[in-house]
C-alpha cells in the first residue's frame, strides 16, 4: 500500500479529547478520531465496561460530521487479548447469562464500526486474539500491524465458538479453507503471515507502527469523504455480515452454559492443557 501526502506550511492542530479517561479513550484532530482501547493491565481484553465504553466511543463518531476516519489502537503491550478471561471464569456456572450481555454489547460495538462512514484504520501491536482482537481486526476496512503482532482465533481453545462477526469475515479475507484451519487450531499467525493470506493490510517494522499507521489514517481521511463512505457501505453491504451476528451470539451463550467452556478457562489461567468431556 503507498501512500502520498502533501507537506503543508501549517502546524497540525493540536488534538481535542472527546473521552479523556475510562476504559476506552477518543481523541480527535484534522478528520481523524483516535480511539484507545485503554485497559493495558489486562492485556486490553474486553469486559463489560470496556465493550459499553467502546460502543459509546464509536456512537460519538457516529453523531460527528467531521470524522472521516478512525485510527483504532490499543494501549500497552497488546492491542487486544480478547475477552477478560479472569473476569469470565469468575462467573462459574452463572457464566452463561453473564456472557448473553458480554455477547450483546460486543455485537453491537462491532456493527456500528461497520456501519460507521468513516474508514477505520486499525494499528496492531502485540496479540490480537479472541472475539476482541481478531475480531475487531475483522472489522476493520484497512490494518497496519507491526512485525512482531500476533493474530489467534482463540474460541474453541476455551469451549466457544468465535464471535463479533469474525465467522463470517474471516473466510471472505482469507478463504474458507485457511479460516477454518485458523479458528479450529486456535493457532498463532505471524504479521507476516496476516499479510500474505490478507487478514491485514500491511506489515510494518515494530518501530514505525504508529507512524506509519497515522500515515494511512491521514491519507484516507483526505479522500473524497462521501465517496469512501459509499464505497465501504457497498463493500460490508455484500458480506452480510450483521445477518450473521444473532447466529453467533446465539451459539455463544450456549456453549458459556457448558462444562467444558468453564474448563477452558480455567485451563488457560492454570496454564494447562484443557480436558474436555463434551458436557
Known amino acids: 500500500m503507498t501512500h502520498s501526502t502533501k507537506h503543508s506550511t501549517h502546524p497540525a492542530p493540536a488534538p481535542e479529547?472527546?473521552?479523556?479517561e475510562g476504559p476506552v479513550l477518543l481523541d480527535y484532530a484534522d478528520g481523524v478520531a483516535t480511539l484507545t482501547l485503554n485497559?493495558?493491565?489486562?492485556?486490553?481484553?474486553?469486559?463489560?465496561?470496556?465493550?459499553?465504553?467502546?460502543?459509546?466511543?464509536?456512537?460519538?463518531?457516529?453523531?460527528?460530521a467531521h470524522v472521516r476516519v478512525v485510527h483504532l489502537r490499543g494501549a500497552g503491550a497488546n492491542f487486544c487479548a480478547g475477552g477478560d478471561v479472569r473476569e469470565?471464569?469468575?462467573?462459574?456456572?452463572?457464566?452463561?447469562?453473564?456472557?448473553?450481555?458480554v455477547t450483546a454489547y460486543l455485537q453491537v460495538a462491532i456493527g456500528?464500526?461497520?456501519?460507521?462512514?468513516?474508514?477505520?484504520?486499525?494499528?496492531?501491536?502485540?496479540?490480537?486474539?479472541?472475539?476482541?482482537?481478531?475480531?475487531?481486526v475483522c472489522a476493520s476496512d484497512i490494518?497496519?500491524?507491526?512485525?512482531?503482532?500476533?493474530?489467534?482465533?482463540?474460541?474453541?481453545?476455551?469451549?466457544?465458538?468465535?464471535d463479533a462477526g469474525a465467522s463470517v469475515i474471516l473466510p471472505h479475507l482469507v478463504g474458507f479453507?485457511?479460516?477454518a484451519e485458523i479458528m479450529l487450531s486456535n493457532r498463532v499467525v505471524s504479521a507476516e503471515e496476516a499479510q500474505s493470506i490478507g487478514l491485514i493490510t500491511k506489515c510494518v517494522p515494530d518501530d514505525a507502527l504508529t507512524e506509519e499507521a497515522g500515515k494511512a489514517a491521514r491519507f484516507y481521511a483526505s479522500g473524497a469523504p462521501l465517496a469512501m463512505a459509499?464505497?465501504?457501505?457497498?463493500?460490508?453491504?455484500?458480506?452480510?455480515?450483521?445477518r450473521a451476528l444473532p447466529e453467533e451470539a446465539r451459539t455463544v451463550s450456549e456453549l458459556s452454559f457448558t462444562a467444558?467452556?468453564?474448563?477452558?478457562?480455567?485451563?488457560?489461567?492454570?496454564?494447562?492443557?484443557?480436558v474436555f468431556t463434551g458436557r
Open 112 to 136: 456500528a464500526l461497520i456501519r460507521l462512514k468513516a474508514i477505520v484504520v486499525t494499528e496492531v501491536h502485540g496479540y490480537a486474539a479472541g472475539g476482541g482482537g481478531l475480531g475487531l
Open 39 to 64: 485497559r493495558p493491565g489486562s492485556a486490553n481484553g474486553m469486559n463489560i465496561e470496556l465493550m459499553q465504553a467502546l460502543y459509546k466511543a464509536i456512537m460519538v463518531v457516529h453523531r460527528s
Open 177 to 179: 479453507r485457511r479460516a
Open 230 to 242: 459509499a464505497t465501504k457501505r457497498l463493500l460490508w453491504n455484500a458480506l452480510d455480515v450483521e
Open 88 to 101: 469470565f471464569a469468575s462467573k462459574g456456572e452463572a457464566l452463561g447469562d453473564f456472557l448473553r450481555e
Open 143 to 162: 490494518v497496519i500491524a507491526g512485525a512482531g503482532a500476533k493474530f489467534m482465533a482463540g474460541a474453541t481453545r476455551v469451549g466457544m465458538a468465535p
Open 17 to 20: 479529547s472527546w473521552i479523556a
Open 260 to 274: 467444558d467452556s468453564r474448563e477452558g478457562l480455567a485451563a488457560v489461567i492454570e496454564k494447562r492443557k484443557p
